[in-house]
């Protein structure tokens, strides 16, 4: 198929991004018929990502699967302020780690880190046993399912948990609401049901001077700061105009 013809195809799609879909999904194609396909499901909705298979992300390639949270490019912020300052031999946890998409960059930032990851589905699971070193991703609810000899001993704790308010799903774009498992997206009332259990199990894997790292939305910002403080953190707020990013860092006096 032509490439201004594929762009044309996308654009009236709706695809906001028509060059740079165009290009993944010609260099993702082996041949025009498997191109003609991916275009055809794109056209119907699916997300770029499960059509190629991978999410770029912070140079990364991250493996996706269908119904597993999609990286989004505002989570480098956490990744960056994560890697700030850690070591080769530290340990890290990816906690609600979906592909794992945020433990395997700050692999990349960070050789030789000791990178652990856990989810609650399944399917997340399976998908960030490919993108991390799968002896090291499990599943389970939050803390539950990590090895009790990280008590204490985590540096760093990213965390990016559902933080979208029960009431606010029906108002995503499809894409989102239509692909991605609903406990990937549901914050409860507030959103901030899952950081509620985050925040409350923290101080028992963090390592003295440890960092717990959340991401959230600029207003509920305030709210995440508002859990740490309670809990004996000290919060900051961080915000990462590069990717338009907010992430709450606490730190383990
Ligand atoms: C917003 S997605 C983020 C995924 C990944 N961290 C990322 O940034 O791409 C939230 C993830 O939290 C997981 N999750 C929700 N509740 C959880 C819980 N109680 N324990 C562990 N994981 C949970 C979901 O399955 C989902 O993969």
Redesign the pocket.
Same mark, same amino acid.
């Given at each position: 198929m032509p490439y201004a013809e594929l762009v044309a195809t996308l654009r009236s799609a709706g695809c906001v991004f028509a060059e740079d879909e165009a290009r993944v999904l010609t260099e993702a194609a082996r041949d025009d018929a498997e191109l003609a396909a991916m275009l055809a499901r794109r056209v119907a909705g699916e997300p770029l990502e499960l059509v190629v298979g991978f999410a770029a992300?912070c140079g990364l390639r991250i493996a996706v699967a269908p119904g597993?949270?999609?990286?989004?490019q505002r989570?480098a912020a =956490?990744v960056r302020a994560a890697a700030a300052g850690l070591s080769s031999g530290e340990v890290a946890v990816? =906690?609600?780690?979906?592909?794992?998409? =945020?433990g395997a960059a700050l692999l990349a930032a960070v050789p030789g880190l000791e990178v652990y990851a #856990?989810?609650?589905?399944p399917d #997340?699971v399976a998908c960030a046993r490919r993108n991390l070193p799968a002896e090291r991703v499990f599943l389970? !609810? =939050?803390y539950s399912?990590l090895p009790d000899g990280l008590r204490g001993r985590v540096c760093v704790l990213?965390?990016?948990?559902?933080?979208v308010p029960t009431d606010d799903i029906a108002l995503m774009p499809p894409e989102a609401r239509d692909h991605?498992?609903r406990?990937?997206? !549901?914050g409860g009332t507030d959103g901030l049901d899952?950081q509620r259990?985050v925040v409350a199990g923290a101080t028992d894997w963090l390592a003295p001077g440890g960092r717990l790292l959340i991401?959230t939305s600029a207003a509920q910002s305030s709210r995440t700061a508002g859990l740490m403080t309670a809990a004996g953190l000290a919060a900051e707020v961080v915000r990462d105009e590069d990717v338009d990013g907010t992430v709450v860092v606490g730190t383990l006096r």
């Amino acid at each position: 198929m032509p490439y201004a013809e594929l762009v044309a195809t996308l654009r009236s799609a709706g695809c906001v991004f028509a060059e740079d879909e165009a290009r993944v999904l010609t260099e993702a194609a082996r041949d025009d018929a498997e191109l003609a396909a991916m275009l055809a499901r794109r056209v119907a909705g699916e997300p770029l990502e499960l059509v190629v298979g991978f999410a770029a992300f912070c140079g990364l390639r991250i493996a996706v699967a269908p119904g597993v949270f999609v990286p989004r490019q505002r989570s480098a912020a =956490l990744v960056r302020a994560a890697a700030a300052g850690l070591s080769s031999g530290e340990v890290a946890v990816d =906690l609600c780690c979906g592909t794992g998409a =945020l433990g395997a960059a700050l692999l990349a930032a960070v050789p030789g880190l000791e990178v652990y990851a #856990a989810d609650v589905d399944p399917d #997340a699971v399976a998908c960030a046993r490919r993108n991390l070193p799968a002896e090291r991703v499990f599943l389970g !609810d =939050l803390y539950s399912a990590l090895p009790d000899g990280l008590r204490g001993r985590v540096c760093v704790l990213v965390v990016n948990a559902p933080y979208v308010p029960t009431d606010d799903i029906a108002l995503m774009p499809p894409e989102a609401r239509d692909h991605e498992h609903r406990v990937a997206l !549901d914050g409860g009332t507030d959103g901030l049901d899952v950081q509620r259990g985050v925040v409350a199990g923290a101080t028992d894997w963090l390592a003295p001077g440890g960092r717990l790292l959340i991401e959230t939305s600029a207003a509920q910002s305030s709210r995440t700061a508002g859990l740490m403080t309670a809990a004996g953190l000290a919060a900051e707020v961080v915000r990462d105009e590069d990717v338009d990013g907010t992430v709450v860092v606490g730190t383990l006096r």
